[in-house]
């Protein structure tokens, strides 16, 4: 967001907010206090809005340059990071029991796929993909 685009937006949500509060003062009654509460509550939301929207730009940069200095390795590679964006390899899978010859073991049966285990053990912290 360039910062011509974050002072007209800031900006606008702040003349949202004197406009309503100028709407009470100028209008009496019911119509000047609906024109301020509308006005004054589309000014805050707006102002609020470009803050999140902010917070995450600024999220979105930090992972961006996080993945700049680990090289540009993709998520599915299957290397999980540490709080200190150290590369660690991921757990060992757990040991499967072996087949006893309990399933169809036919040529052409069709196989089970067994679900994938998660990337991460216990007390591990998850990564974003």
Do not use: W
Not at 18 to 46: D, E, K, R
Not at 88 to 100: C, G, I, L, N, Y
Not at 111 to 117: F, L, W
């Amino acid at each position: 967001m360039s910062r011509r685009s974050r002072i007209v937006g800031f900006g606008s949500a702040g003349l949202l907010v004197l406009l309503g509060i100028a709407c009470a003062v100028v209008f009496g009654g019911t119509l000047g206090q609906n024109l301020a509460f509308a006005l004054v509550a589309l000014g805050l939301v707006q102002g609020t809005a470009l803050v999140f929207y902010e917070v995450g730009l600024t999220e979105d940069r930090a992972r961006a340059r996080s993945r700049s200095r680990r090289g540009e390795q993709s998520p599915d590679r299957g290397e999980a990071t540490v709080a200190g964006d150290t590369p660690v390899e991921s757990p060992k899978p757990a040991h499967r029991a072996p087949d006893h010859g309990d399933g169809d073991v036919r040529p052409g049966a069709p196989r089970v796929a067994t679900p994938r285990r998660l990337d991460r053990m216990r007390g591990r912290q998850r990564r974003l993909r």
